[in-house]
Nanobody, 116 residues
Framework: QVQLVESGGGLVQPGGSLQLSCVAS????????MGWCRQAPGKERECVAA???????NYGDSVKGRFTISRDNAKNMVHLQINSLQPEDTAVYYC??????????WGQGTQVQVTV
């Protein structure tokens, strides 16, 4: 059974930082591209960062320079460091694991709320 469990969300003031983490089980973690997507209320899901099995990263234009994705293959974990948080970053953040279209898994999400 595949499980992706996110943690690290919370309430933070503008300009603050958070680190989100996701631990995966039930997959051969080393061969999956891991990513983070987010969904704000009333908006479509937006994928913001991904890291390949070899460690190559890519980011959505809206988060470049503020978000950093990393993976720890020894612990089956992927992290998302979020700096300079803004109210528009408020969303539920979802971890995903992707090998091919038939092997795509999602976590339950963790809420990030940016408010004064």
């Amino acid at each position: 059974q595949v499980q992706l469990v996110e943690s690290g969300g919370g309430l933070v003031q503008p300009g603050g930082s958070l680190q989100l983490s996701c631990v995966a089980s039930g997959i051969s973690f080393n061969v999956y591209t891991m990513g983070w997507c987010r969904q704000a209320p009333g908006k479509e899901r937006e994928c913001v960062a991904a890291v390949t099995p070899t460690g190559a990263t890519n980011y959505g234009d809206s988060v470049k320079g503020r978000f950093t994705i990393s993976r720890d293959n020894a612990k089956n974990m992927v992290h998302l460091q979020i700096n300079s948080l803004q109210p528009e970053d408020t969303a539920v953040y979802y971890c995903n694991a992707r090998r091919n279209p038939s092997n795509l898994y999602w976590g339950q999400g963790t809420q990030v709320q940016v408010t004064v």
